[in-house]
Structures are given as C-alpha cells and as structure tokens.
C-alpha cells in the first residue's frame, strides 16, 4: 500500500491519499476543493488517481469531490445512507466518471486495495467511515472523517445544518450507537482521522496525526462513555461552543454543488490607482494582510485585518460572504496560499491584489485612521471605571470561564457577525482577547459595521496582570 496524509494547517482538516502498490491506482478519501493538490501528490508518489471517497457532506470546507468528477475520469463514492446531494443527479460529469452511492457494508476495489463502507451517522445523518480490508479481511485501517477523532468524536449538533438534518438529541443517539462499531475492532486498527487539533468539527481534538482503536479505548472519554447514554450526552454536549456561522453557508454548497474552476481563480496584481478604483465598486471587500500597527495608521475603509496565521482561516470564513469579491493586501510570497485558503472555504472572486509596497502610495486622504484606536489597560480600566463604554470579550468559551474583564459580554470574535444584533451603534466599544491577535480582527469588522471601537493592547493578561 501507498499511503500519503495530505494536511491544510489552516483548516486542520486532513485528505488521505492511498494507493496501491501493486496497480498504481490511488483513491482519495474527503479531498478539497483545490484539487491540484491531491493530484501534484500522487504524481510524487507514483501513483494515478482513479477513485474519489466522501465520507460526508463537509461544512467546514468546500469539497473537491465534485470538482474530480466533472473534470476528471474518476469513480466518485459517496453516502447513499440519507439521501444524495443535490448536485449528483444535475448531470455534467466528466465523460468517463461514475457515482456509486454506498450503504452500510458495501465493498469496492482498487487495485488490490479492498474498502468497505460502514454507516457512522451521528456528526451527520449520511456519516460513512471506510474500513481499509486486509488480506485476513479484517480491518487494518479506518477512515473516519468527522465520526472519530484522536481523543475525540464529531460534534452531534452539526446536524442540523443539512437539508435532511437531525436534531441534536437525535445526533447523540446515533452518535453513540455508531461508536458499537468499535467493539470487536482490533487494539492496533489504525484510525485516520478527516481533522486534527484545532479544527471546530470537534470540541478537544488531541494533538495525534493519527491514532488507533486501542489507544482512543484509553483516551477518548466519549469512546469509554459509550455505554452509559446519560453520561455519553453529558459529557458529548458540555461546554460545546455555537458552530461558526460559515458551516451552514458551505455545508449548503456543497450539498447543492459547489462551483468548479478551471484551476484556482488567483488574483490579477494591481497598481495603487487600480486598487483604489477597484475599493469603490459595490460588492467589493479589502483583506488587508498588513500588520495591525499598519492597519491602524491608515487602512481602506471597511477594510477586514487579516494576518496569515492560525487564525486567518477562521476570520475570513466568517466575515466574508460567498459573493463577496476580494481585493488583497498582501506580499507576493503570501498572496497565493491566502487565496488557496479562501477558496477551500467558498470565496471564489478576486478581482486583485496588491502589495504593501504599492498601497503606500495611495494617499491619506483615501484612507481611513479614525474611529478604532489602541487603549493601554491602564487607559482602559480609567474608561471602564467612568462608564459609557462596553467591554466585549472575544475568546473562547473556556478562555472566558477561566476569568474576564467585569461586566464583560462574551461574543467569541467568529460569532461576532452572526450577534451583531446584540450591540448598540451607539455605544463605544472596548474589545479584547488574550494577546491581542483576534480581537484585532473583530475590532476591524466592527469598525466596517459602523461601530466606535477601541482596542485593548496586549489582550487580557495584561490588565489582570495589574490586579484589575
């Protein structure tokens, strides 16, 4: 066997690419929507790509298993546990592509490799996990998409973001029934899971690439709770954060069909005069992927704040909307992997880009340096003391828990468009988070939406560090 993890840091979301030796064929299992990936990776690896799998209908990134079947000669399989997408039966495949909808304890081939396709509902109604069969016909290899994860299971309330959804009661039911899957499984069965620490398909994902049956009989808590559905529900839905508000939009998408490209729609560089040009067409919204000090000191109106780091992904999947046509501030070294990230999250439209270098020509009088200022925690503890002002915490809901500013609001900064309707226009807002990295961000979505906002410098271990 071949066998490749393809892993995007971004989403932390992982594709598997597993071939045989023998034949040369590979399949790949829950790839995304830039599909060039999977296919530069076979290539590497000596091998020909001539089956795509999904084990679910993903909703936090666009699938790419559409993309391969209508432009690629591929068997596609997929779920027919809970009805087929949408987009399967409006024709337009590649003229050498097939589906096959799988149930519970279908097999197939590729190669010597030998699948089999087991119902795991529970994150989803049409949730499939791929047993990989060995020679012995027992499992060697499980591929468990959003069912399982190292030190965790998918989260049961995502559910009810699809067409044919299930309630969260209904999830933790079929949740639970499916890990029974388990119990004969082999100690050393090896699960691959479709996400990795940080991803918000699951609560508390551990930080294993992999893991296997024996060692989440050990560590996974929900998998040890099984059996018990009392405590199973307990322990699945405490402390479970709201879904980020993009899920339903791409989980949408790709039930419905997500749009295919002719390669990825990388932006055209543009002059300073072009961008600017281009700011004031409706429709259009800058990603400025300057630092904050930058942003601050004078940026495009409505401009979103948006370093290339951890939390890039998330901020531009939840202020951004799919028709949302993208204009970039960013270098040239950095431009193309935003894009790629944007697209795998169903942003599409990018009319250009341009480089820090070049928006410094554009004059101040085009630029906005008002309206989202930076506040010491002693300047701030005076305001808050004074009164007039709301304090917004956007952490994380144990990050809250653990301590907060008083009289703080807690509106997680992926949250914020989605509870705007909760802030008064009127009312000077001072935000915070723990260094400083997302509140940035959610101070420069505030701002787009007309909000007096002013940021707390070095987040909240700073003001607590003074005793405030």
């Known amino acids: 066997m ?7 840091a971004a989403l932390s979301q992982a594709s598997y690419i597993i071939g045989c030796a023998v034949s040369r064929e590979a399949i790949v299992v829950d790839p995304a929507r830039d599909i060039d990936r999977y296919e530069d990776a076979a290539a590497e690896a000596g091998v020909r790509i001539v089956a795509v799998v999904e084990t679910h209908h993903h909703a936090d990134f666009v699938s790419g298993v559409r993309a391969f079947a209508t432009t690629r000669p591929v ?25 096959r909808f799988l149930g519970d304890g279908d097999t197939f081939e590729v190669g010597t490799l030998r699948m089999r396709a087991r ?4 994150h989803t109604r049409e949730s499939l996990s791929f047993e990989l069969l060995g020679r012995d016909h027992l499992p060697t290899a499980l591929l468990t998409g959003d069912f399982l994860f190292a030190g965790e299971v998918g989260r049961p309330d995502l559910g009810s973001l699809a067409t044919r959804g299930m309630t969260v009661d209904e999830g933790v039911e079929a949740l639970r029934t499916s890990l029974a899957m388990l119990n004969d499984m082999p100690d050393g069965t090896m699960i691959l899971p479709g996400h990795g620490a940080g991803s918000a398909c699951g609560k508390t994902i551990a930080g294993l690439s992999e893991t296997t049956v024996g060692i989440e009989r050990i560590i996974n808590k929900a998998l040890r709770l099984q059996g018990d559905p009392v405590k199973f529900r307990e322990s699945v839905l405490r402390d479970i954060p709201d879904p980020p508000p993009y899920f339903a939009r791409v989980k949408a998408a790709n039930e419905a069909g997500p749009a295919v490209h002719d390669g990825i729609p990388f932006p055209r560089c543009l002059s300073a005069a072009e961008f600017l040009e281009a700011t004031a067409r409706p429709g259009c919204v800058v990603v400025d992927m300057r630092d904050w000090g930058s942003w601050v ?11 290339l780091d951890q939390w890039f992904a998330p901020t531009v999947a939840n202020y951004l ?17 935003a894009v790629r990230i944007m697209y795998r999250l169903g942003i599409d439209r990018f009319p250009g880009w341009i480089s820090p270098t070049e928006f410094d020509v554009i004059g101040a009088k085009h630029l906005e340096s008002s309206g989202c200022d930076d506040i010491s925690p002693l300047d701030a503890r005076e305001q808050i003391r004074q009164g007039g002002v709301a304090v917004i915490d956007v952490r994380t809901c144990q990050e809250f828990a653990d301590g907060h500013l008083s009289g703080a609001t807690h509106i997680p900064y992926v949250q914020i468009p989605a509870r705007i309707g909760e802030l008064d226009p009127s009312v000077p807002l001072i935000v915070y988070c723990h260094r400083g990295n997302r509140s940035a961000r959610a101070c420069a979505y505030l701002r787009r939406r007309g909000f ?13 560090g003074r005793g405030f």
């Open 2 to 8: 071949i066998y490749r993890r393809i892993y995007d």
């Open 75 to 99: 068997q596609v399989f997929m779920s027919g546990v809970a009805g087929r997408a949408q987009w399967t039966a409006d024709g337009g495949l590649h003229a050498d592509a097939s589906t």
């Open 297 to 307: 000191e004078g940026h495009i109106p409505g401009a979103l704040f948006a370093l």
């Open 452 to 464: 007096n906002v002013t940021h707390l410098l070095g987040g909240y271990f700073p003001y607590a």
């Open 119 to 122: 119902a795991t509902p529970g």
């Open 321 to 337: 909307e799919a028709g949302d046509e993208v204009l970039i501030i960013a270098s040239a070294t950095t431009v193309q992997h």
